[in-house]
């Protein structure tokens, strides 16, 4: 086992390298606009799962991964001439969940944005239930006694 550290700094090399080669070398016209957002790389250096974006629907995604696993030989051979490791990682390619996530979380938000305008639209115009002040004043009290 490396250190954390040593996998990180790989990791981060592996994400720029398969950045620029993907921009630079890699002409297959399935690949869509992509963006590696992440790549991860195991404990012992081995694997690398390498997390990607695609800007379009869901054809041109089903098309991305396609190109991308075509690519994938270009794609570890570049990475291994690159980093200078003694065992290139094998590369593993993942949709990232960030932009649905994303998504929903702003569905989320404008429901209750709607929620609490709705309770906002209620409140202005409400009256309390009891008296506008339900505390007893000290001096008050008093005088109701007698």
Avoid: H, W
């Avoid at 297959?28 to 404990?43: A, K, N």
């Avoid at 200078?84 to 094998?90: D, I, L, N, Y």
């Amino acid at each position: 086992m490396t250190d954390k550290a040593r996998a990180r700094k790989l990791a981060d090399r592996i994400q720029v390298v398969v950045a620029e080669t993907l921009q630079r070398r890699i002409k297959d016209p399935r690949l869509g606009y992509v963006t590696i957002t992440d790549t991860r790389v195991t404990g012992d250096l081995r694997e690398a799962t390498v997390f990607y974006t695609v800007y379009g629907d869901d054809l041109e995604r089903q098309a991305t991964a396609q190109a991308l696993e075509s690519a994938k030989g270009v794609l570890r051979s570049e990475v291994g001439k690159q980093t200078g490791v003694r065992f290139t990682p094998s590369l593993t390619f993942v949709a990232d969940a960030l932009p649905e996530n994303a998504k929903n979380i702003d569905e989320l938000l404008d429901r209750a944005r709607l929620s609490d305008a709705a309770v906002r639209t209620a409140a202005a115009g409400a009256t309390f239930a009891g008296d506008a002040d339900p505390y007893r004043v000290p001096g008050e009290a008093d005088d109701e006694d007698e």
